[in-house]
């Protein structure tokens, strides 16, 4: 019997074996059916034909694909393939270096958009919780949880107990996080456990700051103002899983499991100092170091060996001399994300961090910093102390060359109208204390004068903890930036630059929980 | 390069290498579809709308859930359904068992005879009887090809081949005697 009709009635007594008694006949049928089955010849043209038409349309089909883009924001408007694109072809290029193997095309991977909401879509503001609880405070500090403080009137109290107390008195003063009302006097600092109370500790000398703006606000025509909360990052990872799941990985069967996704991506370069990239899929970003088993500070090199030092001439401590010119720092940076098509079209122009200078001239960092800040509607984006947020780069001035980008991420927001605080009054109190975020634990008797510059309107990122999932939502609210411009001798936490105030209404009273007083100082 | 790398590098983007899965496939893929219509140039003319859809929609395709012909199959069987729907519209979609046979099928006359009157007995069935019988016995699918090309189970797929080749058996006798006059 041919085998081929052997296998076909041998499934067929498999489901049934009664059919055994009809062997004979089985065996004719399946043969007469075999029989009929029309002998097709191909015509060689039309094969040859269509096959020319296909590679046309290859063609075609790698040229087409155009992202979609909708927003608000004024620039990313006009980049429909920045980022995303940038980010896509990084992606690329990270697979082909490390695989060799696989020629990808750039997919869609990361991109940026902003989708109107209708107004106030998200959350009142004067109920989120714009800090991390007690414990998460607790655990990520090391220091003493404390009392818990109460919330939305919170800077009220603080003010009265300020403006009452004498010194060395014991005020009302919710030094931890979260929880309930404080309920009796005291002051926590330290101690561990909600609730509990300790003796408040001396001021130090430090007098009670007042921040003194003397010119006028800039006006604010419109009564609602857009609020940009950060899209809940989700990423069409179909392509890469189907190349993983082709791949045999011998040890599992990756096929086995349900609904996997991608989660992260580490690849690195071959070369010995080459970079590793990291790439987020759930939180929409790419960050890329030199890799750290080869790449070794010149200073660490001799670990503190004196004569090591002395020996080697490129590893001698930096001077000032060897510092480069911001121009300079920004060229490598600039060169490097040239090299590697990632654009800046929808960022500010980038900014040296040259803070250290202010604490040390003796020892000049390996790295220093540079920022590449975000616009949104053409106004700056700004954390909550109204420093610039933006994608992020290390550059070594001794080596010359990029030692980490971060941050590089998708601008993807859903936006909505809010009511704004347009009273003048109201701005300028709240500035007055310091602003939204500002903790004062001085003397109240003793009050010193900061005066601030004028405030440019920028939009400040605020979290929102209140949210049962793992991250916290993500806000860009705008808000007022004043600039330290002048500071009494007595301030030493010069980390201050600005005095923020946002302008949602609700937001102003509802500030970040006060930070132990300890780990103010 | 093998079948599985061009697979890869089709779904990673690299479309050029579509042109060697169309070389292995556009073989069997007509024949399915020649199957199904009987009629070379609408086999063609779907063949054709098969492959250039495969090529668009490559990056889509899954490899956990179906190998590449199943894939190519479940596409050239839903334009054939397509076709006839656009084309026959008082037809049934799936019974397009009547359109033109043998025209250019090179055999000779008792043969043809022959393949006439088997095809008389296949041309009885219901479609989706006929579509398993074709596909297990002529096509040489396996049950779970069948069952992923049909988007039927592979248990029913059997139980509807068993039971199709049981009533057929029981024609049987009709179709020998046919068999004996036509070779004598």
């Known amino acids: ?521 | 390069m093998s079948e599985q790398t061009a697979i890869i590098q089709c779904i990673s983007g690299n479309v050029s290498e579509f042109a060697k899965l169309y070389e292995a496939y556009v073989q069997p893929v007509y024949r399915f579809i020649y199957y199904k219509t009987h009629h070379r140039e609408t086999a063609e003319d779907i063949t054709s709308a098969t492959f250039m859809k495969a090529l668009e929609k490559i990056q889509t395709f899954n490899p956990n859930k179906a190998s590449f012909k199943t894939w190519l199959y479940q596409i050239a069987r839903n334009n054939v359904i397509d076709h006839y729907r656009s084309h026959k519209e008082s037809m049934d979609i799936e019974d397009v068992w009547d359109i033109n046979t043998g025209e250019n099928i090179e055999t000779d006359t008792d043969t043809k005879m022959k393949l006439d009157s088997v095809r008389e007995y296949l041309k009885k069935l219901k479609p989706e009887q006929r579509e398993i019988v074709v596909l297990r016995v002529w096509d040489g699918r396996s049950f779970q090809e069948i069952a992923e090309i049909t988007g039927k189970t592979e248990a029913s797929c059997k139980m509807m081949f068993k039971r199709t080749v049981d009533k057929l058996r029981g024609d049987m006798a009709v179709l020998a005697l046919l068999i004996y006059f036509i070779n004598n």
């Open chain 1, 1 to 521: 019997m041919d085998k081929e009709i052997q296998k076909i009635i041998e499934d067929l007594y498999d489901m049934d074996p009664s059919l055994k008694k009809y062997e004979k006949e089985m065996e004719q049928l399946i043969k007469r059916l075999i029989e009929a089955k029309p002998d097709i010849k191909l015509n060689a043209e039309f094969v040859e034909n269509l096959k020319r038409q296909l590679i046309q349309r290859t063609k075609d089909v790698s040229e087409a694909d155009i992202p979609k883009f909708s927003g608000q924001f004024a620039v990313l408007r006009k980049l429909v393939y920045g980022l995303s694109g940038a980010l896509a072809m990084a992606l690329v290029i990270m697979v082909l270096i490390s695989s060799n193997l696989i020629p990808i095309k750039s997919h869609k991977v990361f991109e940026n958009y902003v989708t109107q909401k209708g107004d106030n879509a998200f959350v009142d503001f004067g109920n989120i919780q714009t800090s991390q609880d007690g414990q998460a405070l607790y655990n990520n500090s090391g220091v003493g949880g404390g009392a818990p403080a109460s919330e939305a009137n919170y800077m009220a109290k603080t003010e009265e107990a300020t403006v009452s107390a004498p010194m060395g008195d014991v005020a009302v003063r919710s030094m931890a996080v979260s929880g309930d009302t404080v309920s009796s006097p005291g002051v926590s600092e330290g101690s561990s456990g909600s609730g509990a109370i300790a003796p408040m500790p001396p001021y130090y000398g430090d007098p009670t700051y007042k921040y003194v703006y003397k010119g006028t606000l800039p006006e604010i025509t419109e009564d609602k103002m857009n609020v940009y909360k950060y899209s809940t990052y989700t990423t069409d990872d179909s392509s890469l899983m189907n190349v993983l799941a082709s791949f045999d990985f011998n040890l599992l069967n990756l096929k086995s499991f349900e609904g996997l996704k991608l989660d992260y991506i580490n690849l690195s370069e071959k070369a010995d100092d080459g970079y590793a990239i990291t790439i987020d899929f759930n939180g929409g970003t790419i960050s890329m170091n030199k890799r750290m088993e080869y790449w070794v500070l010149a200073t660490e090199k001799c670990a503190g060996d004196a004569k090591c030092i002395s020996n080697a001439g490129d590893v001698k401590p930096l001077t000032l001399a060897d510092v480069p010119s911001d121009e300079e720092i920004i060229k490598i940076s600039d060169s490097f994300f040239e090299k590697h098509g990632i654009k800046t079209d929808i960022y500010g122009k980038p900014v040296v961090n040259n803070e250290w200078k202010k604490y040390s001239q003796d020892f000049i960092p390996d790295t220093l910093s540079i920022i590449y800040p975000l616009m949104m509607d053409g106004k700056n984006a700004v954390d909550e102390n109204g420093n610039p947020v933006g994608i992020g780069v290390n550059v070594n001035i001794r080596e010359k060359e990029v030692a980490s980008v971060w941050e590089l991420r998708a601008q993807r927001y859903d936006s909505s109208l809010y009511e704004v605080e347009k009273s003048n009054e109201a701005i300028l109190k709240l500035a007055e204390n310091g602003g939204w975020n500002s903790f004062q634990y001085g003397d109240p008797n003793n009050i010193a004068e900061v005066e601030l510059g004028e405030p440019t309107l920028s939009y400040m990122k605020i979290y929102d903890y209140s949210g049962n999932s793992f991250r916290a939502d993500e806000y860009f609210v705008p808000a007022y930036i004043f600039p330290i411009v002048k500071r009494p001798d007595s301030m030493v936490d010069t980390w201050k630059q600005n005095v923020v105030v946002p302008i949602v209404k609700g937001l102003e009273n509802n500030p970040p929980q006060a930070v132990p007083y300890g780990m103010m100082r």
